[in-house]
């Protein structure tokens, strides 16, 4: 994986992120395995906009072991 700088933070994030608005419908053991090969390949920032809680409390579930190692974005429009 490449990676890049945040400006001025000493942040690198990879070149590809995992945008998980889409996991709407998948339960934990999917998630966990999404989070698990996005890791695996050095994923490491994680777009987490989305309206669902449950798409939210699923992930952190799947982050929560290695929560250090992920950067998470939010955005808005």
Not at 23 to 45: A, G, H, I, P, R
Request: glycine content about 10%; proline content about 3%.
């Amino acid at each position: 994986m490449e990676f890049r700088s945040i400006a001025d933070t000493g942040i690198h994030v990879g070149i590809i992120g995992f945008g998980a608005e889409w996991m709407v419908d998948k339960t934990q053991s999917e998630v966990d395995n999404l989070v698990n090969f996005c890791m695996e390949n050095d994923v490491n920032l994680l777009d987490c906009w989305m309206s669902d809680p449950s798409v939210r409390s699923k992930l952190g579930n799947a982050i929560a072991p290695n929560r250090d190692k992920w950067y998470i974005q939010g955005h808005i429009g």
